[in-house]
């Protein structure tokens, strides 16, 4: 148990703070999407019918919230797990963290575009 | 050790599933056709097809149960980086464990209702709300 709670900081101050914030908004957002997933009764599972669920903007905007959240949340959380096995040293985990950095931007966007279709 | 052990197993998994569901709601971008009978179908439609199916139904339950236990044992922890319940951790953990139950089995619930009726227990039609 100390060893979680001392592993926790070793990330940096930021990090550790933004995987908290992020923990709680996917909470919240995770609850919200799923529950409309399942209340809302769409019928039969396919494009238009899931378009017609996604053609109100708020819950597009959650879905954004989600994106962005799940996106950094994942991808810290994976470089907190790579860090303990073999990203040990400074350098190296600065290597990674870029690495990480560029695959998340990319994953946002893509994931934007994704949504895109239902968005515009 | 087990919660942790669990924890990080839990937040791999879910790794690898936030970018798999990217991937599969982008599919809305590709390969849309015209079928034998004039209708337009895509990708997304038979992915979408396959997730009304009973295997992928449990599996999603799989799933929630698997973001469930990681959510609930992550609050245990924002908990105690507030210094709230270090000296009670394990009951605390056991309070989590019985909430990610108790939603799971509401989870559940949902779930063997459709495999059983093909229907939402919300609602008592298979009409599209638009």
């Known amino acids: ?120 | 050790m087990w919660a942790w052990l669990l924890f990080r197993a839990s937040g791999l998994l879910l790794v690898f599933y936030l970018f798999a569901h990217i991937i599969v709601t982008s599919m809305s971008h590709f390969g849309v056709k015209v079928n034998e009978f004039g209708e337009t179908t895509s990708w997304y439609d038979s992915l979408m097809e396959f997730f009304d199916h009973p295997i992928a139904i449990v599996l999603d339950l799989c799933l929630v149960g698997v973001v469930l236990y990681h959510a609930l044992n992550g609050v245990r922890i924002i908990l105690m980086d507030f210094g709230v319940g270090i000296k009670q951790h394990k009951i605390i953990f056991w309070v989590c464990m019985a909430i990610t139950v108790l939603c799971l089995a509401l989870f559940a619930y949902v779930a063997f209702y459709f495999l059983i009726n093909e229907v939402g227990p919300w609602n008592g039609t298979t009409e599209v709300v638009s």
């Open chain 1, 1 to 120: 148990m100390k060893a979680e709670v001392v592993a926790a900081h070793k990330g940096g101050m930021w990090a550790w703070l933004f995987q908290r914030i992020t923990a709680v908004l996917l909470i919240l957002c995770l609850a919200l999407h799923l529950v409309l997933t399942h209340i809302l009764n769409i019928g039969e599972l396919n494009y238009g019918n899931v378009a017609n669920r996604l053609a109100h903007a708020s819950l597009t905007a959650v879905d954004i919230i989600l994106l962005a959240a799940g996106i950094y949340h994942a991808l810290n959380g994976l470089r907190m797990v790579l860090m303990d096995y073999w990203f040990g040293s400074r350098r190296w985990a600065v290597a990674l963290s870029i690495v990480l950095w560029v695959v998340g931007l990319a994953a946002m966007g893509y994931g934007t575009w994704a949504l895109w279709p239902w968005i515009s």
